[in-house]
């Protein structure tokens, strides 16, 4: 079965710091990879996505990820976090499921950023 | 552009009640998605809309959700009657196609509270 894994459900930075945030899937072929942020009382914003090709992929507010098929993971990177990066993160994975646009979502990682 | 509308943003009932919820997409856009998010856990789709046709429907509670799409624009998502368990927010969200590859724009969503 398809699924998306991130298993870090609360992850706490300093303003300034690296960030890293976990994601793990289980696809038969190649997936669509995207992760999104979600802000309280706001909806689901992408972040980045990737499909194919290069596998450092890079997105809105200065993240990156990177595609590791051999690791099965598609890992959200920022170099520098700034506080207003506080929010809920999640990974998200879709396939080639009979035509449909299917995202399976991971349960998400809570990131606090203290100033 | 305008993004994804939603209303109500908060509803609170009480078990065995009905609610409807109503979704405005993006303008032009073909695909609609009713998610469900349940505390802690990622968004879950419930089902999508390509035009006024049902795409995929297989985790909708049939027995008490129903969802409509006429003239292909907006819809409406209706529980009845609700359960303590359908305490969740509920997302809509729209891309202009069906295939993986078409970014999905969320609303803000609207959190329901069943008592």
């Known amino acids: 079965a398809q699924s998306v894994t991130q298993p870090d459900i609360h992850i706490t930075v300093s303003e300034g710091a690296s960030l890293e945030l976990r994601c793990n899937y289980s696809y038969g072929a190649t997936p669509y990879l995207f992760w999104y942020v979600q802000s309280p009382g706001q909806g689901l914003q992408l972040l980045l996505k990737y499909f194919s090709g290069d596998t450092l992929v890079q997105g809105i507010k200065g993240f990156e990820a990177e595609f590791k098929r051999s690791q099965s993971s598609f890992n959200l990177r920022k170099p520098s976090v700034h506080w207003s990066d506080a929010a809920e993160y999640f990974c998200a994975g879709g396939g080639l499921t009979g035509g449909g646009n299917k995202l399976t979502f991971g349960t998400g990682t809570q990131l606090k950023v203290e100033l | 552009e305008a993004g994804v509308a939603q209303s109500p943003r908060y509803k609170i009932i009480e078990k065995r009640q009905s609610v409807a919820f109503w979704c405005n997409p993006i303008?032009?856009?073909?695909?609609l998605y009713w998610y469900q998010q349940i505390l802690g856990q990622g968004p879950k789709l419930l089902i999508q809309f390509q035009n006024n046709g049902v795409v995929d429907d297989s985790q909708l509670p049939k027995d008490r959700f129903s969802a409509e799409r006429l003239k292909g624009v907006d819809s409406t998502l209706k529980i009845q009657p609700a359960k303590l368990e359908d305490s969740a927010v509920y997302l809509c969200?729209?891309?202009?196609?069906?295939?993986?590859?078409?970014?999905?724009?969320f609303g803000p969503g609207t959190r329901l509270t069943v008592l």
């Open positions: 303008s032009g856009h073909a695909t």
């Open positions: 969200a729209s891309s202009q196609g069906g295939g993986t590859y078409n970014e999905q724009f």
